[in-house]
């Protein structure tokens, strides 16, 4: 059985003035997800605990945000708050941590977590690009620390880099993190070379595809490295920062994929993460994430087989930057 978040709360955050990350982006997910993955166990939703949000986040960054939500405000250009945004990106934290809790103790099979505000740009001491606090990487401490697990990955297939989920686990040996984003836009981070600080080298991989990669090109990503990856480490639990913004209908990337791609990424991934954590991200494209995501959650969650294969192979430049990451990290297989 499956578990889903998926609570009006998550509806409150909301701008005093017309953003793309608003919550018109949840309207209709729950029943589409719900649909897909066939009667799900609903959990509760509940705000993070003070120690949970510091497992990530510095004493003086979460007061920060306290004391900012009080009223309609900016934390970055792109990042509002309002009265309610502290309750919810906590509660967002909170839905994170207890479903990596669920899966990891065998009580649910997988989960997904219609959450927002998105978290994987938030780093320990600033939220930035939309994001608050940081439901994955928080989510990912809490779970070694607190020992349900001895070993996390993060897979990042938001088409933005990871930088916040990156900086909070930097000198995480027993924490793997992924990310395939889109080189040369927004947070202008994540380059291949960076692999990890003292003591995790080799723990951070990072994919930047070009513009316009596709199908074909993900999918090549998935089989190439993230599979190989994630078979070396061996994770107990899989936490994925699942942002639908490489769908190519939407406004703020570059990709291309479609709704069969993202289904084939699933397809792929479940053999090595069968039962994974997926956390809402980007996606600003309604029909797209929508379509998106309920192909890969029928994957993952065995009501669909997925395509196993995908016409085409990926583009020059995409091979080039998988054959850089391959041999940076040692895959041979």
């Known amino acids: 059985m499956w578990a889903l978040v998926d609570d009006p709360i998550f509806l409150k955050h909301r701008c005093h003035e017309p953003h793309r990350e608003n919550p018109m982006r949840l309207i209709g997910l729950g029943a589409a997800v719900t649909e897909a993955l066939g009667e799900p166990t609903r959990l509760p939703v509940r705000p993070a605990t003070e120690a949970e949000l510091r497992a990530g986040h510095t004493a003086e960054y979460i007061e920060l945000v306290r004391r900012s939500s009080r009223e309609h405000g900016w934390l970055d250009a ?3 708050l309002c009265p309610d945004s502290c ?3 906590s509660h967002a934290v909170g839905a994170a941590i207890d479903a990596a809790r669920c899966v990891a103790s065998g009580a649910a099979d997988g989960a997904v977590c219609l959450i927002r505000p998105p978290g994987h740009h938030a780093e320990p001491s600033r939220g930035m690009g939309f994001c608050i606090f940081n439901n994955v990487g928080v989510a990912a401490r809490v779970a070694l620390e607190a020992g349900w697990v001895r070993r996390v990955a993060v897979v990042d297939f938001d088409v933005h880099h990871g930088n916040g989920t990156q900086a909070m686990l930097w000198e995480e040996p027993r924490a793997l993190f992924v990310s395939i984003h889109q080189w040369g836009i ?3 981070t994540g380059p291949a070379h960076e692999v990890g600080g003292p003591g ?9 595809l070009p513009r316009g990669a596709g199908d074909a090109d993900y999918l090549a990503v998935i089989a190439r490295v993230v599979v190989p990856m994630l078979s070396r480490f061996g994770p107990e639990l ?4 699942a942002g639908y913004d490489a769908a190519a209908a939407d406004p703020l990337g570059g990709a291309r994929l479609t709704p ?3 289904a084939a990424m699933a397809a792929a991934l479940r053999e090595v993460a069968p039962r994974p954590v997926l956390c809402l991200e980007g996606g600003y494209d309604p029909p797209a994430l929508k379509a998106c ?3 890969q959650v029928r994957v993952w969650a065995g009501r669909d087989a997925g395509p196993r294969t995908l016409e085409g192979e990926p583009s020059h430049a995409a091979a080039s930057v998988i054959a850089v990451v391959r041999e940076i990290h040692g895959i041979e297989t």
Do not use: K
């Open 78 to 80: 792109d990042t509002y």
């Open 87 to 89: 309750e919810v990106a």
């Open 186 to 188: 927004y947070p202008l």
């Open 200 to 208: 995790a080298e080799g723990t951070h991989i990072n994919v930047p």
């Open 238 to 241: 899989v936490l994925v920062s």
């Open 260 to 262: 069969r791609g993202f």
């Open 293 to 295: 995501l309920t192909a």
